[in-house]
């Protein structure tokens, strides 16, 4: 075992899940995960499209609401009302005191369009976590200088690039100083000279020892960045484990297959 | 052209303009509040409601607002309930049938620019609130009505101007805003066409102002789009 893969087993556990399903309708997308992250490691999800790693990232905060299993963070579980058709939220306060821990990096950025980046950046420490607004602004723009946008601090998002905004919206999250950074295809919706500027400040982040879960088609960040990789196939687990010795293949068929398929279409 | 008469028909129809604003307030506010009212019925998880508010907005929007006015005015004395009512004092008055009509027709009308301008509210934009832990009135307040109003108010801004341009049919049941002091002059001097000329400007002044006043607001809630302007 490596020196940092004992270091973490000795962390304790960020996020937990068991048994987690969901379904729409008829139809299962996750088929019972057991999955922990531990604090500081920094795991990315693959799957091919339509193997739930979306649906399961977006479970860990709640925008989807699990079907069955359950949901621990920070030991903490989170209380839900499962069991009928219509899952609910059973604690609103928990689960948005639990948001602002476990925040959340859209593919689309999704940054709120009639505000400027700096309110933005302020508008959930202000608002929800009801911090000191001098204070908060300090701190974000000192998170702005590093993901590099201090030039764009009062520009409204339709003025920046799709790079710009996609820092910005990794920028929001950080001001929040959530305990999980959960990140959903960062990248996707980039343009290709775009990916790099975002990639470089996650690699920052992962540096600096946060707990990060990153769904994304980025093969070499995944290999090279994170801790461990989480395959999923057809909503289960397919594999998982370390990043070097999975993608030297030989570890699983089906990851190997998953990989070889990503390269060829990619040459392509 | 006989200037003195102009100038005189001007000063004249001014004295019908507080009233003529005064109906038009009191009408967009009242019908404002019941807009509300009415579009969350229409939004709403049980069918009785969802059936009321849409039948409401087919209503007041699918018939002529003269007609309503002649209706309220004329039709609710006819009820004998109503004129031993505690409502009957304002019933039988023209100016408040008056306000009733003008805030039941906006009431639909508005409860329509309501509900589109809440569901062109980006629905990723809400989902980054919930995703921040906002809920509840927080996330409305914050994020889903900014966003609403600033989708809404332009259309909005028409339905005022229409409402204004509405006050001028109370006319008929005897009310003396601005149309009202019109008829009164050409029926005593038989100058229709300067008078009619120069209340149609009156009006158009007031049109414009209310025109100035909506883009100034527009360009000051838009800032986030300025740049596409050019």
Avoid at chain 1, 178 to 190: H, I, M, N, Q, Y
Wanted: a positive charge; charged letters at 20%.
């Amino acid at each position: 075992m490596s020196v940092i893969a004992a270091e973490l087993s000795t962390q304790a556990s960020a996020i937990a899940t068991l048994g987690l399903r969901k379904s729409y309708g008829e139809i299962e997308v996750l088929k019972g995960i057991d999955f922990t992250a531990r604090e500081g490691e920094v795991v990315s999800i693959l799957g091919a499209s339509g193997s739930g790693k979306s649906t399961f990232l977006r479970c860990l905060n709640l925008l989807e609401l699990p079907s069955a299993g359950s949901l621990d963070i920070f030991g903490e579980r989170v209380k839900l009302r499962l069991g009928t058709s219509d899952p609910r939220i059973a604690d609103r306060k928990q689960v948005d005191r639990l948001r602002t821990e476990v925040a959340m990096v859209f593919q689309n950025f999704c940054l709120w369009s009639h505000m400027t980046v700096l309110e933005n950046l302020m508008e959930a420490p202000v608002h929800v976590q009801g911090r000191n607004q001098a204070e908060v602004r300090e701190e974000a723009l000192s998170v702005l200088e590093r993901v590099g946008l201090t030039h764009r601090v009062n520009a409204y998002p339709a003025q920046l690039s799709g790079g710009q905004q996609q820092r910005a919206a990794i920028a929001r999250a950080l001001v929040m100083k959530p305990r999980v950074l959960l990140f959903d295809e960062p990248t996707s919706a980039l343009d290709p000279e775009l990916v790099g500027e975002v990639l470089k400040v996650m690699r920052d982040l992962a540096a600096e020892g946060r707990t990060m879960l990153i769904v994304t088609h980025e093969m070499a960040f995944a290999r090279d960045v994170s801790n461990r990789i989480l395959f999923l196939e057809e909503g289960r687990i397919g594999a998982q484990g370390d990043p070097q010795k999975l993608f030297a293949g030989g570890v699983s068929d089906r990851f190997d297959q998953f990989v070889r398929r990503f390269n060829e279409s990619a040459v392509r | 052209m006989d200037w003195d008469f102009l100038t005189d028909v001007f000063q004249q129809l001014l004295g019908g303009v507080p009233l003529t604003l005064q109906l038009s307030l009191m009408a967009l506010v009242a019908g404002f509040m019941l807009a509300i009212v009415i579009a969350s019925a229409a939004s709403s998880r049980y069918r009785l409601f969802r059936w009321i508010g849409n039948a409401h907005v087919e209503i007041f929007r699918g018939t002529p607002l003269l007609v309503q006015i002649f209706l309220i005015y004329y039709g609710l004395g006819q009820i004998p309930g109503l004129r031993q009512s505690v409502l009957w004092p304002f019933l039988r008055e023209p100016y408040w049938c008056a306000i009733l009509a003008l805030a039941l027709n906006t009431s639909a009308y508005t409860a329509e620019i309501i509900r589109g301008a809440l569901q062109a509210v980006p629905a990723n934009e809400i989902e980054a609130g919930r995703a921040c832990g906002m809920s509840g009135l927080l996330l409305r307040r914050r994020v889903t009505w900014p966003i609403a109003i600033r989708q809404g108010l332009p259309v909005y801004g028409s339905e005022v101007i229409l409402m204004l341009k509405a006050t001028s049919l109370t006319s008929i049941i005897t009310l003396i805003e601005m149309t009202g002091i019109a008829h009164k002059l050409i029926s005593s001097t038989y100058r229709v066409m300067e008078i009619f000329a120069v209340t149609g400007a009156l009006y158009l002044t007031l049109t414009f102002l209310i025109s100035l006043a909506f883009s100034l607001i527009e360009r000051r809630l838009q800032r986030h789009l300025a740049h596409r302007r050019n």
